[in-house]
């Protein structure tokens, strides 16, 4: 349709590209579905298939990846997306739970940048043109279902242009907090942005925020609340499997459920909630009990709390606020006994530094304290002066970057001891080099 001679030629051209495209450059954040709206309609782009969008504070990333196994594991071709990526960018488009080949993504990155000049040179943030290249990519895949991982907060995100079938809300918890409110309430409005009329919204958590139920109803949406209408109960007796639950529209058991591959108690309501948003599509996405087994144990992603094998344990976490600190804490304690627990930490300066180690500042021997590479990375004497303000005794250490200050701590932990790893993206994203260097 459209002639440019001047396109990038390669992924990293491309992403380069991207990073330089807003005025506000790779970390530019600019709610609002305007400018999305106007390339999407110069693309032509339409609904093709059945869509989960997933939002919440913690617990997106599993989620999806519950939902897309399972459907793949019902023969489905499934597409997926998720952000940020942790190796490398094709990791956020997967097709098939394949990520998805760079011809592909440079395909649909040169489709996005036509439609964009041709709509009047609109500027689009990192995100915003990178979700409408998902959706390019999915459409030439001829997905048969799409699960979408909403970037931030919900009514203003990218993702919310395409109109999902069903919603899903898995936690509210304080984040993003310049862009979202400052409280639950208001955060979940913005989350709850994405419910549709009279399509089925599900929130993953025990206490539904006031706003996220007032959505649903203004919407005639109806409400699925973990715990209220549908849950988990663990087998008290073979403690090796679990029975999902629901009452309505009608009370079913699903017994037998063997655990998750991912660990941890979240991983039981994320599983939940990802089986009783599967239950409300049974008519446009029928789906097996042998399918949704399957894809519970296959189901993975890399960085939620993840243990490594070999003395010392070491655990990767990509948590970085209050809420998955406090996950993190319950599942070390699960872990049993380790002699010392040593964390390499680093943080964004924008997050909740001090609400997000309380919950741990009692089970780390000492804190190999990170600097990140980032805009928004904070440095380690930075960090340190943050947690010893808080934390009087604290044990901590400075290190010029992650790498460091794991080699740190890998070189004096003992095989009964081991190594927590989180704080950030970032965090696990710049180890993965470090761990093949210990």
Known sequence: MYSYPDLPDSL??????????????????????????QVSEALRQRPFCPILTVAGTNGKGST?????????????????????????FNERIRVNLQDVEDDALCAAFAEVEMARRAAGEVFLTYFEFTTLAAWQIFAAARSEALVLEVGMGGRLDTVNLY??????????????????????????????????????ALYGDFDPPHSIIA?????????????????????????MQWTFWRNRPEGIERRN????????????????????ALETLQAKLPVTMQAIREGLIRAEIPGRFQVLP?????????????QAM?????????????????????????????????????????????????????????LAARMRASFPDISCSCHANPEEAFLKAADIAEENDRIAIFGSFHMIAALSSARRKA
Not at 180 to 199: C, M, Q, S, V, Y
């Open 163 to 200: 109109d999902p079938d069903v919603s899903l809300v898995t936690t509210i918890g304080l984040d993003h907090q310049d862009w979202l409110g400052n409280d639950r309430e208001t955060i979940a409005f913005e989350k709850a942005g994405i419910f549709r009329p009279r399509r089925p």
């Open 257 to 276: 459920f063997a655990y998750p591959g991912m660990r941890g108690d979240m991983q039981l309501k994320n599983a939940t909630l990802a089986v009783a």
């Open 310 to 322: 070999g003395k010392p344990a070491i655990v990767l976490d990509v948590g970085h606020n209050p």
């Open 64 to 88: 999806v990846a519950y939902l897309a196994s399972i459907l793949n594991a019902a023969g489905y071709r499934v597409g997926s997306y998720t952000s940020p990526h942790l190796f490398r």
């Open 12 to 37: 990293p051209a491309w992403l380069d590209y991207l990073e330089h495209l807003h005025p506000r450059g790779a970390a530019g954040i600019e709610l609002g579905l305007d400018r999305a709206r």
């Open 326 to 382: 406090r996950t993190l804490a319950d599942n070390l304690a699960d872990m049993g006994f380790y002699a010392k627990t040593y964390a390499v930490f680093g943080m964004l300066a924008d997050k909740d530094i001090t609400g997000s180690i309380e919950v741990l500042s009692n089970r780390i021997t000492h804190w190999f304290l990170a600097t990140l590479d980032d805009s928004r990375g904070l440095a380690a004497e930075a």
């Open 215 to 239: 959505r649903a109803a203004d919407l005639d949406a109806p409400l699925f609340v973990q715990g209220r209408d549908f849950g988990y109960r663990k087998d008290s007796e073979s403690r």
